[in-house]
T-cell receptor, first 113, second 114 residues
Framework: AQTVTQSQPEMSVQEAETVTLSCTYD???????LFWYKQPPSRQMILVIR????KQQNATENRFSVNFQKAAKSFSLKISDSQLGDAAMYFC??????????WGAGTKLIIKP | DSGVTQTPKHLITATGQRVTLRCSPR?????VYWYQQSLDQGLQFLIQ???????AKGNILERFSAQQFPDLHSELNLSSLELGDSALYFC?????????????FGEGSWLTVV
């Protein structure tokens, strides 16, 4: 069975600082895709970043970047220059061979002004 | 704006009643997913349709049913509602439902059962 684990229920960071959210996963697939989604207090589910497992280069989207370690099955999200609007639940997810998203439990990110 | 449209945004109904939630996927997306998220919970996958056909079923109760129509919009029917069905129901869509296609979410339909 494929699993996604987020070991940090909650993280806090000072505004303008950098924070890294951890995610590990387990899959027997060789070709898979990983995602980070953000869910702010409005509860909308927003795609943050996507990584194809066959790509060695880490994905980057503006202030958001990932550290993808395929051998270690690790997929952490780094948020640079944290802003108040980054406060949200962050979910790591894996798409499995049945086209389903396997979700982590989420990490609540608190931004301190 | 993800391009996935859900209606209604909010709904309050009594126990025992039936409601229908509607979803229009992004233009060009053939696959539709339904998820349930209760307060302070993660997302529970309910069901997926691809081009009108059921593709995968998750933890969907027998009181719930869904379908995808020829124009690709989808409806989730919830019947004999119970207090525990109060939740945020998300619809999501992707291009072909293949692994790797990004799944985009609508804003959700808030259901409150009283």
């Amino acid at each position: 069975a494929q699993t996604v684990t987020q070991s940090q229920p909650e993280m806090s960071v000072q505004e303008a600082e950098t924070v890294t959210l951890s995610c590990t996963y387990d899959t027997s697939e060789s070709d898979y895709y990983l995602f980070w989604y953000k869910q702010p207090p409005s509860r909308q589910m927003i795609l943050v970043i996507r990584q194809e497992a066959y790509k060695q280069q880490n994905a980057t989207e503006n202030r958001f970047s990932v550290n993808f370690q395929k051998a270690a099955k690790s997929f952490s999200l780094k948020i640079s220059d944290s802003q108040l609007g980054d406060a949200a639940m962050y979910f790591c997810a894996l798409v499995d061979s049945n086209y389903q998203l396997i979700w982590g439990a989420g990490t609540k990110l608190i931004i301190k002004p | 704006d993800s391009g996935v449209t859900q209606t209604p945004k909010h709904l309050i109904t009594a126990t025992g009643q039936r409601v229908t939630l509607r979803c229009s996927p992004r233009s060009g997306d053939l696959s539709v997913y339904w998820y349930q998220q209760s307060l302070d919970q993660g997302l529970q996958f309910l069901i997926q349709y691809y081009n009108g056909e059921e593709r995968a079923k998750g933890n969907i109760l027998e009181r719930f049913s869904a379908q995808q129509f020829p124009d690709l919009h989808s409806e989730l029917n919830l019947s004999s509602l119970e207090l525990g069905d109060s939740a945020l129901y998300f619809c999501a869509s992707s291009v072909q439902g293949r692994a790797g296609n990004t799944i985009y979410f609508g804003e959700g339909s808030w259901l409150t059962v009283v």
